[in-house]
């Protein structure tokens, strides 16, 4: 067994297993693209249904032509300025990419991570990877290293740790229709940021996904295993609304707030986004604050709306 983190990931990977991977949007599980067999087990490993397409991870975005048939002059542009970074295009898959993969659709996500040891360990491999986020299916996204091994850390190999992900949302998920962009899943990127490059508006699609059953759509996403209510800024506004809840101590409420900590609650059951009110870093802390939360010995968390834009 090589003793090199990047060695060990690559040896599992050329035996068609899942390792998790780190990336700047959030940790990925992964496995060789091109093999159903190694892809199967990344839908085993997270109880995802296939029906849920993958996105496909390259080494540079050069390489998107050997995965897609047509890629348009759009695309370049949108390259130059956001790749290698958490920006996913959807275009016509050739025939290399296994069905698995795209859930039998079309079109083939392509992206390019930007993240150093993930950049060396594509460098590494002659093959792209496909990788989902390395939750079980349905739960919080991980980013971290740790957040992996808590949830998979029996049922994958390795974990290739990266540290914790610098941008902390999911990838913009972006393709064309009738030769006009549309974006599928806002992440990382701001749609304006798109926008300010393609130098027109951008069509935005989530309730219409290229597969009307992907997670995005499902009921439940992203989410902890306490309930969890958006909404309520106090304690008694959401007794008034939700009088089975008459008997709730403020010690067993765990709080998500954007900019400053409730007076309401126990300091230490809240987690405060970003003091500094800045979309990007509470970005970074989202999906963490919302596992610390879930691990509080507290009954439901209560979290603040937080801004539409831009992230
Ligand atoms: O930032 C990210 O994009 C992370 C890191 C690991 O790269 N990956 C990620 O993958 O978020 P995942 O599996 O959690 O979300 C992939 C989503 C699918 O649920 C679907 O909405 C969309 O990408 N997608 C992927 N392939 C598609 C396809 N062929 N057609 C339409 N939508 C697709
Ligand atoms: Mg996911």
Same mark, same amino acid.
């Given at each position: 067994m090589?003793?090199?983190?990047?060695?060990?990931?690559?040896?599992? &990977? %050329?035996?068609?297993?899942?390792?998790? !991977? /780190?990336?700047?949007?959030?940790? +990925? *599980?992964?496995?060789? =693209?091109l093999h159903p067999k190694a892809v199967s087990k990344i839908f085993a490993i997270k109880n995802r249904p296939t029906f849920d397409p993958l996105i496909v991870h390259c080494s540079h975005y050069t390489h998107f032509e050997?995965?897609?048939?047509?890629?348009?002059?759009?695309?370049?542009?949108?390259?130059?300025?956001?790749i290698p970074g958490p920006l996913? &295009? %959807?275009?016509?898959?050739?025939?290399? !990419? /296994?069905?698995?993969?795209?859930? +039998? *659709?079309?079109?083939? =996500?392509?992206?390019?991570?930007?993240?150093?040891l993930t950049q060396?360990?594509?460098?590494?491999?002659?093959?792209?990877?496909?990788?989902?986020?390395?939750?079980?299916?349905?739960?919080?996204?991980?980013?971290?290293?740790q957040h992996v091994a808590d949830q998979l850390g029996d049922?994958?190999?390795?974990?290739?740790?990266?540290?914790?992900?610098?941008?902390?949302l999911e990838s913009t998920i972006l393709g064309w229709e009738d030769g006009k962009p549309v974006v599928?899943?806002?992440?990382?990127?701001?749609?304006?940021?798109?926008?300010?490059?393609?130098?027109q508006k951008i069509q935005l699609k989530l309730q219409q996904n290229a597969n009307p059953q992907?997670?995005?759509?499902?009921?439940?996403?992203y989410a902890p295993r306490k309930p969890l209510w958006v909404g309520y800024l106090s304690l008694a506004d959401f007794l008034t609304a939700n009088p089975s809840y008459q008997t709730l101590q403020p010690e067993k409420v765990g709080v998500l707030r954007f900019r400053e900590a409730s007076v309401d609650f126990p300091i230490e059951n809240q987690r405060i986004l970003s003091p500094q009110g800045d979309a990007t870093e509470a970005a970074i802390?989202?999906?963490?604050?919302?596992?610390?939360l879930d691990a509080m010995p507290i009954n439901i968390i209560l979290a603040e709306w937080l801004p539409e834009k831009p992230l």
């Open positions: 090589p003793v090199d983190a990047l060695e060990q990931a690559k040896y599992w &990977l %050329l035996q068609d297993e899942a390792v998790a !991977i /780190p990336t700047e949007t959030v940790y +990925g *599980l992964a496995a060789n =693209a050997h995965f897609a048939s047509t890629i348009p002059p759009e695309a370049d542009k949108l390259a130059e300025a956001f996913t &295009l %959807l275009l016509p898959k050739l025939p290399i !990419i /296994p069905d698995l993969v795209t859930a +039998g *659709l079309p079109r083939v =996500a392509l992206r390019v991570p930007n993240h150093p060396a360990l594509l460098q590494a491999i002659d093959f792209p990877l496909a990788a989902p986020s390395a939750n079980p299916f349905g739960y919080i996204s991980p980013t971290t290293a049922k994958i190999p390795y974990v290739l740790d990266g540290g914790a992900c610098g941008v902390g599928y899943r806002l992440g990382g990127i701001a749609i304006e940021s798109l926008e300010a490059v393609l130098q992907a997670a995005g759509m499902l009921d439940s996403h802390h989202f999906f963490d604050y919302l596992r610390q």
